[in-house]
């Protein structure tokens, strides 16, 4: 006859007490299954840390997305040939410059100004960072006004620092540049949001919230945090 223990015994101990030799695997099924039970708590948090990239690979890819907007706003921007490394400090100044251009149409008090951004570059270990959407804006006849800069960056197959990331769809990038008399008014701030996925090993996705901050025109720093780790530098 088989042994029944207490009713207020655990699960378990009822498993135990109940086998007998008629069908000895009884128990030994209910453990198991209590066991996987039991293991399949937290695994998805030792999963995503297994996943999370480096702080260094989160600086790296920060910096491939900042340079790529730097370049594809100096491409737009600057009348003589880019510099190999341009700075997104110096760009407000090139917008002042290229005010009263094609790029904008007289209105009866001032002007109306939009330059469609388009650039597509390589990344250092292979694929393409493309950056798509506009500047565009509205300066009155002291030269006083604004202009609002929406941009998209969509990375693709492009490798960095042992990853290669692709939009998850895409990181936007958006701000307001002031001026008057035609010249910028710092400080500056562009937000970058948005989200990629990356891989093979580690692979996943993960989400930017990123600033920058334009100081001067000689001045342009990083601050925020990306795929869960804090990240800074120039820009």
Not at 29 to 34: E, G, K, R, V
Not at 125 to 141: E, F, H, Y
Not at 191 to 207: K, L
């Amino acid at each position: 006859m088989p042994f029944y223990g207490p009713r207020e015994n655990s699960c378990f101990e009822e498993v135990l007490v109940f086998r007998t030799e008629r069908n000895p695997s009884l128990c030994a099924i209910a453990a198991a299954s209590l066991l996987i039970l039991s293991s399949g708590c937290g695994s998805s948090s030792s999963h995503s840390s297994n996943n999370a990239i480096s702080p260094a690979q989160a600086q790296a890819v920060t910096s491939e997305v900042s340079q790529a907007i730097a370049q594809a706003l100096s491409n737009t921007f600057v009348i003589s040939m880019s510099p190999a490394v341009p700075s997104l400090s110096a760009i407000p100044a090139d917008i002042s410059s290229r005010l009263s251009s094609s790029a904008c149409v007289a209105t009866s008090t001032g002007e109306t100004c939009n330059w469609p951004i388009s650039f597509s570059g390589p990344c250092p270990g292979g694929g393409t960072i493309s950056v798509t959407g506009d500047v565009a804006g509205t300066l009155d006849n002291s030269g006083g006004g604004s202009v609002l800069t929406q941009l998209t960056i969509t990375p693709s197959n492009c490798s960095v620092s042992n990853l290669t990331i692709n939009g998850d769809p895409n990181v936007a990038v958006n701000g307001q540049v002031n001026f008057t008399q035609t010249a910028p008014a710092f400080p500056i701030t562009l937000t970058e949001i948005g989200g990629v996925s990356y891989g093979p090993n580690p692979s996943g996705s993960c989400q930017f919230n990123v600033k920058y901050t334009l100081s001067s025109q000689t001045s342009c720093t990083i601050s925020g945090t990306a795929c869960g780790q804090t990240v800074s530098g120039s820009c």
